[in-house]
């Protein structure tokens, strides 16, 4: 079973950016594709952005598309996400999440809080 610990969130400037990191511990790291969710408060959780085992594939939301950018380094057991240009509406607890195999995603950290002012 993997584990995973978020960090980087914080409180910034719309416009702003904040690089998140999700630390994975546990099974062999490079079997596990890593993806990032997010919730507002009383909103749905919704998908941000995943990345495969190796970092070669990635995919985004339209919402974040071109102003976040998902990356891992398999040597230091770690998964990135990059947001630029942040804007009011991106606030909300961030999460990482994994899983092996193509199976669903059935490992969740704690969860790191994003908050964008105006």
């Known amino acids: 079973q993997v584990q995973l610990v978020e960090s980087g969130g914080g409180l910034v400037q719309a416009g702003g950016s904040l690089r998140l990191s999700c630390a994975a511990s546990?099974?062999?790291?490079?079997?596990?594709?890593i993806g990032w969710f997010r919730q507002a408060p009383e909103k749905a959780r919704e998908f941000v952005a995943r990345?495969?085992?190796?970092?070669?594939?990635?995919y985004y939301a339209g919402s974040v598309k071109g102003r976040f950018t998902i990356s891992r380094d398999n040597a230091k057991n770690t998964v990135y996400l990059q947001m630029n240009g942040l804007k009011p509406e991106d606030t909300a607890v961030y999460s990482c999440?994994?899983?092996?195999?193509?199976?669903?995603?059935?490992?969740w950290g704690q969860g790191t809080q994003v908050t964008v002012s105006s």
């Open positions: 999440t994994a899983r092996y195999n193509g199976a669903n995603w059935a490992y």
């Open positions: 546990g099974r062999t790291f490079n079997t596990y594709e």
């Open positions: 990345i495969s085992r190796t970092g070669g594939s990635t």
